[in-house]
């Protein structure tokens, strides 16, 4: 059985939702987390366009990418909740949108002529990456989006996404193991 799962809706406007996804629990308990090497972070990242492939992320970087990732998750599920949230995990983003400057530079190509670009030594990629996806995750908290996010419906899933609709899955599989196991259990009520 693959680990991979879709992206969870919402996913393809917020990379924050993706990246608050990135450890997840398969049935069966089964954890899953996409950025538990050095290895599998660098791939992640350059999955969604925030490191080149070859950026060589080290443990150091991994594990900045995880702490982040954990109040990033702690952000949603508080705002999910509606409870009120560790002034540590609204410090956390914080600190990670004031690493890098938003503006773009001024470059000039003497082939294709001015261009506007963040072109990040190797030692700035990890702070751009903190500094985007902190910045994304505090645009879906403040955005119009937030009523909708959600937790997965399908237990053990500890995915979040946005709802659209009735839909309260995360994926096509969750919502199929939901409706599964509510069956189940009125056949199992019908026979006691």
Same mark, same amino acid.
């Given at each position: 059985?693959? /680990?991979?799962? =879709?992206?969870? +809706? #919402? !996913?393809?406007?917020? &990379?924050?939702l993706?990246?608050?996804?990135?450890?997840?629990?398969?049935?069966?308990?089964?954890?899953?987390?996409?950025?538990?090497?050095?290895?599998?972070t660098?791939r992640?990242?350059?999955?969604?366009?925030?490191?080149?492939a070859d950026?060589?992320?080290?443990e150091?970087?991994?594990?900045?990418?995880?702490?982040?990732?954990?109040?990033?998750?702690a952000l949603?599920a508080?705002?999910? /909740?509606?409870? =009120?949230?560790? +002034? #540590? !995990?609204v410090?956390a &983003?914080n600190?990670?949108?004031?690493l890098?400057?938003?503006?773009?530079?001024?470059?000039?190509?003497?082939?294709?002529?001015?261009?506007?670009?963040?072109?990040?030594?190797?030692?700035?990629?990890?702070?751009r990456?903190?500094a985007?996806?902190?910045?994304?995750?505090a645009?879906?908290?403040?955005?119009?989006?937030?009523?909708?996010?959600?937790?997965?419906?399908?237990?053990?899933?500890n995915?979040?996404l946005?709802?659209?609709g009735?839909?309260?899955?995360?994926?096509t599989?969750?919502?199929?193991?939901?409706?599964?196991?509510?069956?189940y259990?009125?056949?199992?009520?019908?026979?006691?």
């Amino acid at each position: 059985m693959s /680990a991979a799962l =879709p992206p969870a +809706p #919402g !996913a393809e406007q917020y &990379v924050a939702l993706d990246f608050a996804d990135s450890a997840y629990v398969l049935p069966g308990g089964r954890f899953v987390d996409l950025l538990s090497t050095p290895t599998s972070t660098n791939r992640w990242l350059a999955e969604h366009g925030l490191a080149p492939a070859d950026a060589g992320v080290q443990e150091m970087c991994a594990t900045q990418l995880r702490v982040l990732r954990e109040h990033v998750r702690a952000l949603f599920a508080a705002r999910v /909740a509606q409870q =009120p949230v560790l +002034p #540590g !995990a609204v410090s956390a &983003v914080n600190d990670a949108l004031r690493l890098v400057s938003t503006a773009d530079l001024l470059h000039w190509d003497d082939t294709k002529g001015p261009y506007r670009a963040a072109l990040c030594p190797p030692n700035e990629i990890l702070d751009r990456a903190l500094a985007t996806l902190a910045a994304n995750a505090a645009d879906l908290l403040t955005g119009p989006d937030a009523d909708f996010l959600t937790t997965c419906g399908s237990s053990p899933c500890n995915r979040f996404l946005i709802r659209h609709g009735r839909r309260h899955w995360c994926s096509t599989r969750c919502g199929d193991r939901a409706r599964a196991a509510r069956a189940y259990a009125r056949t199992k009520s019908k026979t006691d």
